[in-house]
């Protein structure tokens, strides 16, 4: 079965360090890759995607991920850490060989940043 | 160019009712998905709508319903409410099925 998962349920870190959250996937195919921020009662915003080429890509808020076909992994990270980065970040994958594009979430991870 | 909106915020219904819920999409997208996000968890497909037709669906019962009207904006439409209906419910537009989706604010149901 197709499934996304996030390892890490709860993250802390200091302002100013890096992060790295961790996004495995299992699919048979090659899959469409998404990383979505959520503030608490908010909706879902889009960070970055991959879709082909470059495997390390760029988002917004100086975010950016790499995805590893051998590892079937889809990192996101960022050098510096800052306060208002604290949000539930979530993984989803989707499939390239469809004409439907529905997500497939991870469970998600919280970060909180400490001063 | 206005985002996805969605209507109501939130919404209080008793178990066995029917509800509605509102999206208008992104100026230019043709495409609608809706989402059901429990508390804790990721979002869950429910289905999605591409030029007012359906255009696949998740693991959801029939009383899970939808329409997207010519102006591309799209409702949901829960019949029979159960206590495990309670969420967060999310509409997210794309120019297209294929390309990335915009999700809207949400809207709250507390099913007592």
């Known amino acids: 079965a197709q499934s996304v998962t996030q390892p890490d349920i709860h993250i802390t870190v200091s302002e100013g360090a890096s992060l790295e959250l961790r996004c495995n996937y299992s699919y048979g195919a090659t899959p469409y890759l998404f990383w979505y921020v959520q503030s608490p009662g908010q909706g879902l915003q889009l960070l970055l995607k991959?879709?082909?080429?470059?495997?390390l890509v760029q988002g917004i808020k100086g975010f950016e991920a790499e995805f590893k076909r051998s590892q079937s992994s889809f990192n996101l990270r960022k050098p510096s850490v800052h306060w208002s980065d604290a949000a539930e970040y979530f993984c989803?994958?989707?499939?390239?060989?469809?004409?439907?594009?529905?997500?497939?979430f991870g469970s998600g991870t919280r970060l909180q940043v400490q001063p | 160019e206005t985002g996805v909106t969605q209507s109501p915020t939130h919404l209080i219904k008793t178990r066995g009712q029917q509800v509605t819920l509102r999206c208008s999409s992104q100026s230019g997208h043709n495409t609608v998905s809706w989402y059901q996000q429990a508390l804790g968890q990721g979002p869950q497909f429910i289905f999605q709508?591409?030029?007012?037709?359906?255009?696949g669906r998740g693991n959801f019962p029939p009383r899970f319903s939808g329409l997207q009207f010519p102006n591309y904006s799209s409702e949901l439409n829960v019949n029979a409410l159960e206590l495990d209906d309670s969420a967060l419910y999310l509409c997210?537009?794309?120019?297209?099925?294929?390309?990335?989706?915009?999700f809207g604010p949400g809207t709250r149901l507390t099913v007592t």
């Open positions: 989803a994958v989707t499939l390239m060989d469809t004409g439907r594009r529905a997500l497939t």
């Open positions: 709508y591409y030029r007012e037709e359906e255009n």
């Open positions: 997210a537009s794309s120019w297209s099925p294929v390309r990335e989706q915009y």
């Open positions: 991959y879709f082909s080429g470059d495997t």
